[in-house]
């Protein structure tokens, strides 16, 4: 029986190595190509990559999307400049020193800005696996959440069931977290800056029964599931992800050995997944916004859960016109669990719902 297992499992292996570019037009062959719920997609250089609004180097666009226009995204050249962010002399943080030129080094400048936390939303995934077993979707959720918090201290994790109730009350399909009204409306309303979505395409569990007495039951599992993150201020998906674990480390024995078995490959999917959603959450930019405006005062929505620190310094930018900055506003005190006050030391005609990133002079 084991070796029919191993037999059967190495078929089922091989079966799922087809490459996804057998089923898509043969101009792209020759791209990076990934499939998502049965849609194809290709990696190409992202045209406003170094513009200040791009979030990342490249992007994937639908198949068709990319040879209705493959002229220009095959025309762009990669930047060998780094972004005009990074060419900035941010302003220390965490201090409460006066305002003006700072002398440290700007690489320590830049790993004190590190502090902010991002805020992150996984939804729930959606159980394509036609599985007997229920529940499946969120017994992934809960591991690949735990997997996010136990790995990195950078990431806040946003309960989507709030983010549900607040759908259904705007009478939204509380399933489509992918539209970019959605994502938008996340990042307005929590301050998200990216949510996460995915699919358990299949589920796949075998087990021998030993014919020695006394020998326990074995299992194995293969899990494969499709993910993407998404960056809720453009709605355009950041990364596209297929997983799937190695069949001989999801092993389960004895009692339940089945439900061992499953739960370990969900485990080895969820801590791959978890590194590569952390490694690209450190890519992009972090926000908060305004929540309200008191005279020279403001109350921002983001305090000590988020990092911030008394002294911090921010830029103020228009929700509308992001590219401008409206002034500058310093950290006066923290309150609650993530909120905090900042004075207006520069600039006028704030607003709540303006735009509030890391100061830079």
């Known amino acids: 029986m084991l070796v029919l297992f191993v037999f059967a499992g190495c078929s089922y292996l091989e079966r799922l190595k087809i490459p996804f570019t057998r089923g898509v037009d043969p101009q792209v062959r020759h791209k990076e190509v990934v499939r998502i719920d049965n849609q194809y997609y290709v990696k190409v250089l992202n045209p406003e990559a170094g513009t200040g609004e791009a979030r ?56 004190d800005s ?20 229920d529940g499946l ?98 709605g355009t998906v950041l990364r596209l992800w297929e997983k799937r674990n190695p069949i001989f480390d999801s092993q389960g024995k004895g009692e339940f050995s089945d439900e061992k078995a499953r739960l370990k490959a969900f485990d080895l999917i969820a801590s791959e997944l978890a590194m590569d959603v952390i490694e690209e959450l450190n890519g992009i930019d ?37 590219s401008d900055p409206k002034g500058e506003i310093r950290v006066a005190t923290l309150f609650g669990l993530d909120a905090s006050v900042a004075d207006i030391t520069k600039g006028k005609g704030f607003r709540a719902n303006d735009l509030v990133r890391p100061g830079f002079q």
Request: charged share 25%; proline share 5%.
């Open 286 to 322: 972090w926000y908060t916004t305004i929540a309200d405006v008191d005279g020279d005062r403001v109350y921002i929505s983001a305090g000590k859960l988020s990092g911030v620190r008394v002294g911090d310094i921010f830029s103020v930018y228009s929700a509308t016109i992001p």
């Open 56 to 111: 990342s180097q490249y992007l994937y666009v639908p198949v068709q999307e990319y040879l209705a226009n493959r002229e220009a995204y095959d025309a762009v050249v990669p930047s060998m400049q780094p972004p005009e962010e990074e060419e900035w002399e941010p302003v220390e943080l965490g201090t409460v020193l006066p305002l003006g030129p700072q002398e440290s080094d700007s690489t320590d400048q830049m790993k």
């Open 137 to 234: 979707s969120g017994i992934f959720m809960r591991r690949l959440e735990s997997k996010i918090e136990t790995t990195s201290d950078q990431i806040i994790l946003f309960d989507a069931d709030i983010m549900v109730q607040r759908l259904g009350k705007k009478k939204l399909d509380t399933e489509s977290f992918d539209s970019p009204e959605i994502a938008r409306l996340a990042s307005q309303l929590y301050n998200i800056h990216a949510i996460m979505i995915g699919t358990i395409d299949h589920v796949f569990v075998s087990s021998t029964e030993s014919p020695v007495m006394g020998r326990s039951k074995t299992a194995y599992a293969i899990a494969e599931m499709s993910a993407r993150l998404i960056d809720t201020t453009s």
């Open 114 to 133: 590190l502090h902010f936390k991002k805020r992150l939303m996984v939804a729930p995934f959606r159980d394509l696996a036609g599985s007997s077993q």
